[in-house]
Structure formats: structure tokens, C-alpha cells
């Protein structure tokens, strides 16, 4: 093999390497196209004058930070006042990028310099590692800024637990990033057809997954390196586990964390009401080096009004097969929904069950999508048969927006107007403990039961 083509170790990424790879590079290309209309220095300071301006910090400037400011600079009224990281290459990049679009942004490397010098602040936006979120959040909170928090609300139920007390002690909303719990078609989806209008009769079953292809640890460009003694001093064992800690149990929680807990959180809003109990496998088969469970497959049950109800998940770090999407099944048809529409954005209905047209002459679906009539094979009845059944009904609710958008902008209207927000702490604190449980279960060899006393923070 040629040393072109050779694979590059952790901590030997070029800069320009990256950057290519960076998902703050992909932003980088979105927001100055079509995407993003560049925010002049003029339309900064008109927003600077507005009575509704709300003036916010960004705790954690990393890949999600990133995508949070994506989505912030879209909605009017909002003024980056400072950003704070630890790492200065991420300092560096996102302060640069926002003094594009008009905003000098003071920079801090803690948070607690951040909290004393900064005056003036509305809310802060938390989107450091999962085991700093709340002790960044409480002091947030202490501070009297509202806080939006990324998920997992913490690593640890006790601190998850102390955040939601401290947003009741101090009156200070807190907002979990449980994004699809503000997506217009998953509250039309859920809401709308499944509770209020029963499309699906009585749900029974419910399944999600989301499956990602094998991927090496991140790596990072040998000019931005931390210290080790400054590692040590924020917590980090290593610039590896630094750059990798959604893999180490130190600080977060694995895939069943990062990626299941958005689609599991769908099973209790579905259900309206959390699971009495677990079971889970899984296991670190594939990657060496990661303490977490490279993948995991859970069953959770539901006791709910109309009987047991069950769900199924799976993640998968090895494979892409499939993506990433949840389908909720009753006894009158399923509802297939993901936040990318290619991989679920409609219903499918029974042959027995109600009419659904009178619905989309409402315009709460849209009409079926013809089967394709198969007559290739002797045995046509068949074949019409199944095909039949493969109807689609689109549902009629878009997103033209980023999926974090409107959870922002939930989280934006309390502050200003006291609108509810849709996933405030109580809320992220039972899918916490519902996600971090599952894990426990993984290396339990029995069904782990939860009680209901247990989901209050």
C-alpha cells in the first residue's frame, strides 16, 4: 500500500483532511448558498435593537454545537453574545463563522469566566458531552439564564435528576434536545391521527431503528492538540477519548444514548405513558478500543388503558441498512415516520379497517398512492393481493425547515411569549432513565422492571 493510500492514525488528520470531513464544512457550503440568506452587519443591529432580541451564549462549539448555531441563525431575534469550548480549534472556527454572518462573539475557554463577565444574556445553549451537561446547566440555571441542553440530559440519573430540581428551584426553563418532539409532522403524526383521531385503532407494536455504517474513531489536526495537562485539567484521559467520548463510559453513553434515545422517547409519546420493563442484548463485537456497546437490540413493554403494549429497537454502528426510522402499528394500519421523509412519511391501512378518504378530503392525509398491479406470475390473485396492501397515504405535513429548528424556536417562544415547551426536563429526565437503563439491562440476564415513582425527577 502506498503511503497515499494508507489510513491515518488518530491524531496524524491533516487540517484540510479535517475539514472536508467535518460536518461544520458541510454547514459551512449549506448556509452560504441558497440555504441561508447571510445575515448583513445592518440586519445584526436591527436585531440588536429589537424588543424581542434575546441574547444567548453556546456552551460547546463541537459538530452538534455547530448545528445548533446552523438552526439559530435562521430564526430572527436571536443575537450570539459569546461561545465557549475548550478546544481552540473550536473556538477558532465557529467564532470565524459566526463574524461572517455579523457577530463578534466574545470567546471563553471555561465556562464559569463565561458566566461572570458576560452581561446582559438571555438563555444559554449547552452542547458539551453528555457528563458536563449538568454541571454546566445548573450553573446556567443558578446564573438565571435559561438553558437548552442537548440529549442525553447527563451520563448519570442523579445529575440529569439535579437539573430538573434546579430548573424548579429557579424558575429558569430548561429545554431537553428530543428534537422531534417540536417536528410539525411528528406532532401531526402522533397527536392529530394516532391519539386524537385513533387512524390506527389500537397500537400494539411499535419498531425503530437507526443503523449507521462502520466508521473509524475521529481524529483530529496535530496543530490543534491539547495539552495533556490541560486534558486532565477539564476531566479527558486522552486528546482520543477527547475527540471520541460518546464511546467511553466516563462520559457518555453509547449509541443507545446518542441515537436511540430520540426514537425510544417516540414510544412513550406514542403510548402515553413510559415502559414497565426491558430487555436487552448486545455487545462490543466489532470495534476494539470503545468501552460501549457497539449495538444493541431492546424490547420494551407498556401497560397501558387498552392493554400490553410492545416495542422494538435496534441500533447498528456496522451497517446502514435500513437508516434510520420508527413505524408504529395498529390494528387499522401502521404509520411509518423518520426525520429524513425518504425513509417513512406516510400510513399504510388495513384491508378491514375504516375508510380513511373522508381524512384526506380533510387534508389530515393525502390520497393513497396507487398499488403497482403485478400480472407477471400464474398466480395473479396473489400478487394483487399484497400489492394491495403496499398503499401509501402520504401524510401532507412538511418540514422545509433544519429538524432542530423548531425545537429551538419552541424553546425561543417560552421565553418570550411562555409558550409550553415540548420537551422541558421532567420529560428528557424519564427518557434518560428509560435509555440508561436499557444499557444496565445489555449485561443483565433478566427482564429489568421500572416503577412508575421512578420516572419523577
Known sequence: MSDKNKPKKSGSLSRRDFLKSSAWAGLGTALSSRMLKAKSPAAVQSAQESSDRINIA????????????????????????????????????????????????????????????????????????????????????????????????????????????????TGKLLQIGHQRRSNPRYIHAIDRLIHEKQLLGRVSQSYAQWNRSKSDMLGWPKKYTIPPEKLEKYGYRSMTEFRNWRWFKKYGGGPIVDLGSHQIDLFS????????????????????????????????????????????????????????YEAFMGDNGTIVLSEVPQFGNWAMREAHAPEWDSLAKDGLLESETP???????????????????AGRWPLPVELAKPPHQPHLENFFSAIRAGASLTCPGEVGYETALTVLTTNKAVGSPRKLRFQKEQFKA
Not at 449538568?134 to 442523579?158: D, I, T
Not at 402515553?272 to 448486545?282: E, F, L, M
Not at 403485478?374 to 396492501?389: H, I, P
Request: charged residues 25%; proline residues 2%; hydrophobic residues 35%.
Open 58 to 169: 453556546v456552551i460547546g462549539v463541537g459538530t452538534q454545537g455547530r448545528v445548533l448555531v446552523e438552526s439559530c441563525l435562521r430564526i430572527p431575534d436571536i443575537h450570539f453574545q459569546a461561545i465557549c469550548d475548550i478546544w481552540e480549534y473550536s473556538q477558532v472556527y465557529a467564532s470565524r463563522y459566526l463574524q461572517k454572518y455579523g457577530y463578534k462573539v466574545n470567546i471563553y475557554e471555561d465556562y464559569r469566566q463565561l458566566l461572570e463577565k458576560e452581561k446582559g444574556l438571555d438563555a444559554v445553549i449547552i452542547a458539551t458531552p453528555d457528563w458536563m451537561h449538568a454541571e454546566h446547566a445548573n450553573a446556567c440555571m443558578e446564573q438565571g439564564l435559561h438553558v437548552y441542553c442537548e440529549k442525553e440530559m447527563s451520563n448519570s440519573l442523579e445529575k440529569a435528576q439535579s437539573m430538573v430540581r434546579t430548573s424548579r428551584r
Open 371 to 389: 398499488p403497482i398491479q403485478k400480472v407477471d406470475t400464474k398466480n395473479v390473485f396473489l400478487d394483487v393481493r399484497v400489492t394491495q396492501e
Open 269 to 324: 409519546w406514542v403510548y402515553g405513558t413510559n415502559p414497565s420493563s426491558v430487555t436487552s442484548c448486545g455487545g462490543t463485537d466489532y470495534y476494539d478500543k470503545r468501552e460501549w456497546y457497539d449495538n444493541v437490540m431492546a424490547i420494551y413493554e407498556f401497560k397501558t388503558v387498552q392493554g400490553t403494549c410492545r416495542a422494538l429497537y435496534q441500533v447498528q454502528t456496522t451497517t446502514k441498512y435500513g437508516g434510520f
